[in-house]
Antibody, heavy 117, light 108 residues
Framework: EVQLVESGGGLVKPGRSLRLSCTASGFTFGDYAMSWFRQAPGKGLEWVGFIRSKAYGGTTEYAASVKGRFTISRDDSKSIAYLQMNSLKTEDTAVYYCTRAPREVYWGQGTLVTVSS | DIQMTQSPSSLSASVGDRVTITCQAS??????LNWYQQKPGKAPKLLIY???NLETGVPSRFSGSGSGTDFTFTISSLQPEDIATYYCQQYDNLPPITFGGGTKVEIK
């Protein structure tokens, strides 16, 4: 059974950093791209970015709203994808989800990041 | 970036009614469109992929159609468990992946 579990969320002050983890199981992690999405309270869904599998170079793409501040990485030996979030802003407050790409059938339960002073 | 215009933003219908949601892309996206269902406090659930393909395990009362710029999502007979917010999502010419604004479906 495919499972994705996000962790690392919490309350953080503006300008600080936070790293989220997405621990995967039930599939060969290294064969898949992994995506991150977010949803601000009471708002719609927003794509954050993704990381391709090593077979496709392991390269990353980001939404304009986070480019230069957020970094996605992966550790295939541990089946974990990471979302490093730097220079956090209040507007980054959201539930963050990881998914297996493409065709996002599998989602984690989400982890809440609150950016507030 | 490709903009997705989804309508209506909310609707109220009776159990058994046919419900239709539309999504218009700002440019041709072929059939690179998904439809998701999201219930409060839960992660989105993929219902339809590639505009018209029903994801495994999804009830057949859900369907999708369209290509190019105009897409339709239909619930043929609304059930109480279908109360949720529905989103279209395009994945052509990424990045970025973009979503419609969502349609909140309620029971009348």
């Amino acid at each position: 059974e495919v499972q994705l579990v996000e962790s690392g969320g919490g309350l953080v002050k503006p300008g600080r950093s936070l790293r989220l983890s997405c621990t995967a199981s039930g599939f060969t992690f290294g064969d898949y791209a992994m995506s991150w999405f977010r949803q601000a309270p009471g708002k719609g869904l927003e794509w954050v970015g993704f990381i391709r599998s090593k077979a496709y170079g392991g390269t990353t793409e980001y939404a304009a709203s986070v480019k230069g501040r957020f970094t996605i990485s992966r550790d295939d030996s541990k089946s974990i994808a990471y979302l490093q979030m730097n220079s956090l802003k209040t507007e980054d407050t959201a539930v963050y989800y990881c998914t297996r790409a493409p065709r996002e059938v599998y989602w984690g339960q989400g982890t809440l990041v609150t950016v507030s002073s | 970036d490709i903009q997705m215009t989804q309508s209506p933003s909310s609707l109220s219908a009776s159990v058994g009614d046919r419900v239709t949601i539309t999504c218009q892309a700002s440019q041709d996206i072929s059939n690179y469109l998904n439809w998701y269902q999201q219930k409060p406090g839960k992660a989105p659930k993929l219902l339809i992929y590639d505009a018209s393909n029903l994801e495994t395990g999804v009830p057949s009362r859900f369907s999708g159609s369209g290509s190019g710029t105009d897409f339709t999502f239909t619930i043929s007979s609304l059930q109480p468990e279908d109360i949720a917010t529905y989103y279209c999502q395009q994945y052509d010419n990424l990045p970025p992946i973009t979503f419609g604004g969502g349609t909140k479906v309620e029971i009348k």
